[in-house]
């Protein structure tokens, strides 16, 4: 891979030490400093943080050349295509993000912490919404949260949608990402945000490649289910129709506690993620994202079909895309005669898609599995407000929020 790191500012050897040692945010902070006028020196002994997302925040819309210079083969170096081979597969090089970096904070004047370009606002609440911020208590610690309730919130008992955010993201950087707040406004539905602190993970990434976090009742799958049940018990949930989803580090957490919790959530939304059990340590959860995981990820057990909404990228960089495969597979492993379909779509103005929905004999559909064709790591169909967002895309909420509510929780709870 390529690692050379832009030039023509003192100090860049040691910006090339640290991109060769594969130590990126060390580097990019020393380019910070280097533009600010501050001195080379900094500590660079210190542990690589545990990154499990992307550099990068949007997707650009002009298709990129994959050099053999900055590019990994899908399967990861030595595998599958073979080194310096294309894919199809865009992998940004560490000289290029710094390079961009660089460039970026030199058209500010040397500030550093910005991109240089204001995100538009996202939208107002609406008179008599609320979205407000709370906490939750257990066994495992503590996690605040923000809940949305709807001005439409109508008669009778509502459905709750969790909604789990991705590495580096925020309960209200989700929101306007993601734009499910206009959804839940329109549908009468409540929406949970809960929240990563970086005390948890330094990149405020769901651990969901601890198997600490990955069980019923113990570490974060506990914190989560808990803030389930404290809202349902506050407010008028509709108890058979809680969903779930997340965007990577939040669709993996997500698929966890579809299979964790089968008795709590009635269907599962996974964007760029990964199936439960997909990893046990950071190294394999590195792995996993790189090439993919196995076919049968260890420490999943479904016990009931878990109805699934899948979306990813085919040139996510961040999350290999065959791990949409695999979450589709886990979702349908225990379901009997099932039949598949594949349909092909675009809208004016959109990304085209490949949509594989696995049904029943009743017609139900179990799993929908969204292939975006061109689109990289982030949510479809996003609002620029929010980060790792593809306004390109095609609606992954509008049509999540559709999955959803055509499933209910089984009359008899396993």
């Not at 925040?57 to 081979?85: C, H, Y």
């Not at 580090?249 to 997500?254: D, V």
Request: proline letters at 8%; one cysteine or more.
């Amino acid at each position: 891979m390529s690692q050379t790191p832009p030039t023509g500012l003192p100090g860049m050897a040691e910006v090339a030490r640290l991109t060769r040692a594969g130590r990126l945010t060390e580097a990019t902070g020393l380019v910070q400093r280097l533009l600010r006028g501050e001195h080379a020196a900094a500590p660079t002994t210190a542990p690589v943080p545990t990154v499990l997302e992307g550099e990068f925040e949007r997707l650009d819309s002009s298709p990129q050349p994959i050099s053999q210079g900055d590019a990994q083969p899908a399967d990861g170096p030595g595998k599958g295509a073979g080194r310096g081979q294309k894919t199809g597969l865009v992998r940004t090089g560490l000289g290029e993000t710094l390079r961009d970096l660089a460039a970026r904070l030199r058209a500010m004047g040397g500030r550093a912490g910005g991109t240089g370009a204001l995100r538009p606002a996202a939208d107002p609440l609406p008179d008599g919404a609320s979205f407000v911020t709370d906490s939750y208590s257990g066994a495992a610690g503590t996690r605040t949260y923000k809940l949305y309730v709807p001005a439409n919130r109508g008669d009778g008992l509502r459905p709750l949608v969790v909604m789990l955010h991705g590495c580096t993201q925020s309960p209200d950087d989700f929101a306007a990402g993601s734009r499910m707040n206009a959804f839940a406004e329109r549908h009468g539905i409540l929406v949970a945000y809960p929240e990563q602190p970086a005390s948890a993970n330094a990149q405020r990434c769901w651990n969901w490649f601890n198997p600490e976090d990955q069980r019923r009742d113990r570490g974060e799958p506990e914190l989560l289910a808990g803030i389930t049940r404290r809202i349902m018990r506050d407010h008028p949930v509709d108890p058979d129709r809680v969903y779930i989803a997340g965007l990577s580090a939040g669709g993996a957490a997500a698929a966890i506690m579809g299979t964790a919790y089968p008795d709590l959530y009635a269907a599962v939304g996974v964007h760029s993620g990964l199936p439960a059990g997909a990893a046990h340590d950071l190294p394999s959860a590195l792995a996993a994202m790189r090439q993919g995981s196995g076919s049968r990820p260890d420490g999943a057990r479904a016990t009931r079909p878990m109805p699934t909404i899948i979306f990813h990228g085919d040139r996510d960089a961040v999350v290999h895309p065959n791990n949409g495969d695999r979450v589709a597979a886990q979702a349908t492993a225990i379901a009997t005669g099932l039949r598949t379909e594949v349909q092909q779509g675009a809208a004016p103005g959109r990304r085209a898609h490949s949509r594989t929905l696995h049904t029943d004999s009743s017609g139900r559909t179990l799993c929908e599995h969204w292939t975006i064709h061109g689109a990289g790591h982030a949510w479809a169909g996003g609002s620029p407000a929010g980060s790792y967002t593809d306004p390109q895309g095609p609606d992954a909420t509008a049509e999540m929020m559709r999955f959803f509510l055509e499933h209910r929780l089984p009359a008899t709870p396993v």
